[in-house]
């Protein structure tokens, strides 16, 4: 009688043809155009008819994102181009993780690729590499806290550096990637070379960006329609989208046009809309009290939906630094609910979940240590590799019905 394969070994072959779908999927099946996706490859095909010295001083591109992709965009089709890239983000933090945290743990490598392939981490947009940036520079903090290292290689300072010239969402991540560093250099001098590395980088960055700061004032981020938005910003459009939606006035996964946000701003006046985030979180607080319960409880849907227990991580490090003083639990636990809570607060027509990757990936970092250290029942370990094969079961399931019938992932959702 032929012996069956271990349980996490029947869940590493899964998540394998899980993750093979959803590259077939994301790659070759679904339809570019979508979303950010679709304005990155029109900004990127204008580049190549322009010259890359014309991207960069349009100021709708991210620097460090356009240096990865612009060669290949002479290769492949603008938008296919942006999903190779985004591939290679995934791969890398897979074999990265592991060989950094050389966990060697099966359970820890079935977790972590499935929710590498979860969710939409291989659409064309600068989300993964910000995330990349990001996770190296929290994985390298982990390990300093664990007291695996002495001090986080120069190359984490480099990527945090650099992930603030990628994407404006970063500033969302500021407060942590602060956090990160006190914990690493209290009670530490800062080397020499350490202020080299980050100075360089920093100096770098500016100098790549001057065509944009001469021509626009500012570095080349990913500023959607900066000529369409007819004096308004994206904090206002976002506010004007949930009010209508909230109203039945508009479908869900979409946003108002510049033109309506423009209009209603024209016949209710200047203060009928938030131009700010912040200002969105103080302009009605009942409704920031209805959408934050509303997004917070989305956000754990979905979230489990990609990265089972490891969304409900919060509760384990609080607990683990406030029983054991855990830092890393604490530091871990703590990153991940506060860009939750962020997240939560703001007023966003929709939540796009790959936007806490970062602490996500820390999450399911956390559940592994918890598991390697005892601290908690077995039963953690058993529950979450038992959700991971349901969902991974689940989300094979809709990626062939999705390939095999060719619909767009979100009329699914």
Known sequence: MAKLPAPNQALKYLVFFYAALSIVY???????????????????????????YWLIQKGNFSLPYSLLV????????????????????VIFLYFYLNRRLNFKSQNFKNHILFYLFSGSFLLGTNDNLLFCLLTVFFTEVYLVLVKRQERIPLYALVCMITSLFTRQMVII?????????????????????????????????????????????????????????MGMTWAQRQY??????????????????????????????????PKTNVESILFDPLLTLQEFIKDFAYMIYSGFRQCGLGVFFPILGVWGFLKFGSRELGYLGGAQLFTMLVISLMIISYIEIRWLAPVFIMGIIGIENVNRSGKASNLLDVSNQLILFVLGLYGSWRYINLILEKQPFLSLV
């Open 26 to 52: 994301w790659l070759f099946i679904l339809a570019p155009g979508i979303g950010d996706e679709g304005l990155m490859s029109l900004y990127l095909s204008e580049g190549n008819k322009e010259g890359y």
């Open 70 to 89: 612009y060669p290949l965009s002479f290769i492949f089709p603008s938008y296919f181009a942006l999903r190779i890239v985004s591939l290679a983000g």
């Open 173 to 229: 991540y500021s407060p942590i990637i602060l956090a990160g560093l006190i914990l690493v250099f209290h009670q530490k001098s800062i080397f020499r070379k350490e202020y080299l590395a980050t100075l360089s980088t920093i100096l770098v960055w500016f100098v790549l960006n001057i065509p944009s700061i001469q021509a626009n004032g500012f570095i080349s981020f990913d500023n959607k329609d900066t000529n369409q938005q």
């Open 240 to 273: 004007l989208s949930q009010i209508n939606f909230n109203a039945g006035k508009l479908p869900e996964f979409t946003h108002v046009s510049w033109e309506e946000t423009f209009d209603y701003v024209q016949e209710n006046g200047e203060a009928s809309l």
